[in-house]
T-cell receptor, first 114, second 110 residues
Framework: ETGVTQTPRHLVMGMTNKKSLKCEQHLGHNAMYWYKQSAKKPLELMFVYNFKEQTENNSVPSRFSPECPNSSHLFLHLHTLQPEDSALYLC?????????????FGPGTRLTVL | AQSVTQLDSQVPVFEEAPVELRCNYSSSVSVYLFWYVQYPNQGLQLLLKYLSGSTLVKGINGFEAEFNKSQTSFHLRKPSVHISDTAEYFCAVSGNQFYFGTGTSLTVIP
């Protein structure tokens, strides 16, 4: 399998549930990202990991908790979410954090919070 | 800080007609510029990028873009569109991190 994969592709959860999103990249990259994509808004960068270390957290609420056990896997743990958290969550990877490197995206997880 | 503006949120165009999707950016540092395409139910895919050198950049699927430093623009063009080009297009600028525009929805009409 190649590229960036994300599971699940769709997720519906209540505000009291706990769930996790998974991302896996098969590109040998060292940097991984979580983005939130909401309708008619720019992609919002949430977290950045470089060589398994978190390098950026863009003021994301604590109900979102990332985990990067190795350079190929990235998780986003979700708990006590709000309806406004409903969005498409995209994972991406790049060779490293150099700004000229393109990012490769997964297909996303469509999250609906009831 | 950097920012990206995509002036057109929706662009309808007839099949085989030319199209231009506009992108303007602001930055206090040197930047790298990218165009991504997102087909329904998929992630973003790189169309082309400008890092340095020739200001006219050619990408996949017959798209090209021209970097204009004086006008701080990086407009995307295709001389003849196909139905399969219907998608969301995102311009991005990378200075100290990636910034994406709000996207332009291109609809190709048969």
């Amino acid at each position: 399998e190649t590229g960036v994969t994300q599971t699940p592709r769709h997720l519906v959860m209540g505000m009291t549930n706990k769930k996790s999103l998974k991302c896996e990249q098969h590109l040998g990259h060292n940097a991984m990202y979580w983005y939130k994509q909401s309708a008619k808004k720019p992609l919002e960068l949430m977290f950045v990991y470089n060589f398994k270390e978190q390098t950026e957290n863009n003021s994301v609420p604590s109900r979102f908790s990332p985990e990067c056990p190795n350079s190929s896997h990235l998780f986003l743990h979700l708990h006590t979410l709000q309806p406004e958290d409903s969005a498409l969550y995209l994972c991406a990877s790049s060779r490293d954090r150099e700004v000229y490197n393109e990012q490769f995206f997964g297909p996303g997880t469509r999250l609906t919070v009831l | 800080a950097q920012s990206v503006t995509q002036l057109d949120s929706q662009v309808p165009v007839f099949e085989e007609a030319p199209v231009e999707l506009r992108c303007n950016y602001s930055s206090s540092v040197s930047v790298y510029l990218f165009w991504y395409v997102q087909y329904p139910n998929q992630g973003l895919q790189l169309l082309l990028k400008y890092l340095s050198g020739s200001t006219l950049v050619k990408g996949i699927n017959g798209f090209e873009a021209e970097f204009n430093k004086s006008q701080t623009s990086f407009h995307l063009r295709k001389p003849s569109v196909h139905i399969s080009d219907t998608a969301e297009y995102f311009c991005a600028v990378s200075g100290n991190q990636f910034y994406f525009g709000t996207g332009t929805s291109l609809t190709v009409i048969p």
